[in-house]
């Protein structure tokens, strides 16, 4: 089988399959259809590797009444072929995988059929066509709003509803920008200078540990000061060197992880650090602050001091009760837990716990 980008294999089998099966059966149904609820195709990064589960010919349908469900999976599981461009259209896997592997013997098909605000609810804890409050938006992962806005609409009959949804999801409001930036350089701030000191006690690896920890909070970083939502940890580096303007901060962090002592490693994270601070200033979210890197205190490391960021962020937020909340941001600044994050339900208990309304 000839392998095709997974948007590109789905949004045919819409096109050629799904679309002229409910066309003919259900003629007057009103639906949206696309690919938004999780894998690397919807990033544009799926390989032939990515066929081996939870890929193949597949869409998501999006009907307006829970009552019209039913009859639309009827259908389908009447008349989908078994194959479409030589992919097996079932899969199989069991009850606990997603779709699992593409297999002619395979017990389910790879089209899902869901009412769109009980998929919405399901999916991200609310239904964003109600808007998004502070404490919605905080409570969301970055990798959700990346999938969510990510792949690909086929077709919008429900006057644009997900198209919509897509849209009020797109970006964070300006005031929840600068929370969630002033909380990534919170976390810097706090374990800027570690690096150093474990170095200065021969501690090579601890430092490394650190520095690598630093790079993940840049790196998050970068991509939220351009508008990206931050992928989870397989998809992260792929995506921050993408950016137009990566390539400093690729190569400082490739020295500063890289082979050689902490005087090396230093002028790595130093390059990255400066870089990054100079993005913040350029967004124009808060007062510019100075990026050039200084001792910290008395000590013979250089940091960025990058509390002065999120005092500057802080201070340029307009919404009082957001300015008055600690700098601790989105859920997962704080959290990272994979059966916490992808489940919306904990997540927001979690979100609401560390920050009580």
């Known amino acids: 089988?000839?392998?095709?980008?997974?948007?590109?294999?789905?949004?045919?089998?819409?096109?050629?399959?799904?679309?002229?099966?409910?066309?003919?059966?259900?003629?007057?149904?009103?639906?949206?259809?696309?690919?938004?609820?999780?894998?690397?195709?919807?990033?544009?990064?799926?390989?032939?590797?990515s066929t081996d589960h939870d890929w193949g010919p597949r869409t998501q349908l999006f009907v307006a009444e829970a009552a019209e469900v039913a009859p639309v999976r009827a259908g389908l599981d009447a008349e989908l072929p078994?194959?479409?461009?030589?992919?097996?259209?079932?899969?199989?896997?069991?009850?606990?995988?997603?779709?699992?592997?593409?297999?002619?013997?395979?017990?389910?098909?790879?089209?899902?059929?869901?009412?769109?605000?009980?998929?919405?609810?399901?999916?991200?804890?609310?239904?964003?066509?109600?808007?998004?409050?502070v404490a919605d938006w905080l409570a969301a992962p970055t990798q959700r709003l990346a999938e969510l806005t990510g792949g690909a609409v086929f077709h919008d009959g429900l006057g644009g509803a997900l198209t919509d949804v897509r849209a009020r999801l797109a970006w964070y409001p300006d005031d929840v920008w600068r929370h969630v930036l002033a909380a990534g350089w919170q976390r810097v701030g706090q374990a800027e200078h570690l690096a150093g000191r474990c170095a200065e006690v021969g501690d090579e690896l601890g430092s490394r540990v650190v520095?690598?920890?630093?790079?993940?909070?840049?790196?998050?970083?970068?991509?939220?000061?351009?508008?990206?939502?931050?992928p989870y940890a397989k998809w992260l580096g792929t995506v921050f060197a993408a950016l137009p303007a990566a390539a400093p901060v690729v190569d400082a962090l490739a020295v500063a992880l890289g082979a050689g002592g902490w005087p090396r490693r230093q002028a790595g994270l130093v390059g990255a650090l400066e870089t990054v601070a100079a993005w913040t200033n350029d967004t124009g979210l808060a007062a510019p602050?100075?990026?050039?890197?200084?001792?910290?205190?008395?000590?013979?490391?250089?940091v960025l001091h990058a509390d002065r960021f999120t005092a500057a962020l802080r201070a340029a937020i307009a919404d009082p009760a957001l300015r008055a909340r600690p700098p601790v941001g989105a859920v997962d600044q704080y959290l990272d837990n994979v059966d916490v994050l992808t489940r919306p339900a904990r997540a927001r208990r979690v979100a609401a716990a560390v920050l009580p309304d």
Do not use: K
């Open 211 to 230: 520095t690598a920890g630093l790079a993940r909070d840049l790196m998050r970083l970068g991509l939220l000061l351009h508008r990206r939502w931050p």
């Open 289 to 302: 602050v100075d990026p050039a890197a200084r001792p910290f205190h008395d000590r013979p490391f250089l």
């Open 1 to 49: 089988m000839t392998f095709l980008p997974g948007l590109t294999l789905a949004h045919r089998f819409h096109d050629e399959v799904v679309a002229p099966l409910l066309a003919r059966r259900l003629p007057r149904l009103r639906y949206a259809a696309g690919l938004i609820d999780g894998g690397s195709e919807l990033l544009g990064l799926d390989t032939p590797r």
């Open 82 to 133: 078994a194959e479409f461009l030589g992919w097996p259209t079932r899969f199989t896997g069991g009850p606990t995988v997603r779709l699992g592997v593409a297999r002619a013997d395979g017990e389910r098909h790879g089209v899902s059929v869901d009412e769109l605000g009980a998929w919405l609810r399901e999916r991200l804890g609310g239904d964003p066509r109600a808007g998004m409050t």
